[in-house]
């Protein structure tokens, strides 16, 4: 079975390809910019095939898939970061819907009818009011940032081609995932990172912080990619399902449990950065993933301490 990841030097990306080469009689090919950083997977080349494409231009995707004809795709490739969807809107809209929309294409032009895994989000629930939660898939969607509205259009956009030309689309909207590897500019790991760097003496004892009170639902990275495969093995073409611990915490308790881990924790002082707050957050995040557990068994196996020792070791491992 061959399967393409796309997106695959992102965070997720390099935690999908090491579970996919763990599977049996599974081949992977991977594919990202060219000018794409590699850190997170220069330990894993060679071991799969890596393409280059970018896939706002549709021939880029359109030969990818043509000579990779995969039986799977888990479409993961996208402008992720919601703080850089307010700078540059129009470009996120664009590479997520757009791109996304080029894949869908090529696949139709190909007549070629491989599994494709979207990598949607809960940022689509955005505003959510205190009775809609543990939130399903059934609630409204009402996204609160173009990043937000850019997954609402691949998700939907994945609906309609799975309705309209039997793609077999199956649509994740995944909550907060965290872990080694995770970009510095997502919370979990911008405060792993200040931590190490206090620990190395690299800082002053401040940490900077934004918006404690919001309350996320985290599930570590390699569940999420575990999940992803079950979705295409076990799901349903043309379902959306949440992926997600079914727990709420808030940044402020998800903060000490990183501060606990460390042996500054008593040193460091909290300091709040206007910089970090958004024009309108997201304040609670709390999944139900009942549908996807009662398709495909799956849980989350991985404790949030577990993710967040391994995540400062991982910034333990990178700032010298
Ligand atoms: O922006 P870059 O050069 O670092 O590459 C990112 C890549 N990407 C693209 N690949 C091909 N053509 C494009 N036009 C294009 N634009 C971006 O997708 C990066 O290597 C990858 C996404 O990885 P991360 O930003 O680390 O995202 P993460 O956390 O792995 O999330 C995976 C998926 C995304 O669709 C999120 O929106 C969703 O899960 O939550």
Redesign the pocket.
Known sequence: MKCLI????????SHLVEFLLKQEEVQVCG???W???KDNINHLLGQFEYRE????DFSSVFQVLEKTKPDKIF???????VPTSWNAPAETLN??II?QLNIFEAVRQLNINPWIQL???SEEYGLVYPDEVPIKETNQLRPLSP?AVS?VAQDLLGYQYGQSYKLKIVRTR?FNHTGPR??EN?VTSNFAKQIVEIEKGKREPVLLVGNLEAKRDFTDVRDVVRAYWLATEKGEPGEVYNICSNKTISIKKMLDLLLGLSPMKNKITIKEDSARLRPSDVQILFGDCTKFRQRTGWKPEISLEKTMADLLDYWRGKIS
């Open positions: 796309t997106g695959v030097a992102g965070f997720v990306g594919v990202d910019r000018y794409t950083k494409f970018d896939m706002t479409h993961l490739a996208a402008q992720s970061f590479t997520n791109g990598a949607c989000s990043y997954k995944a995770r970009g997502f």
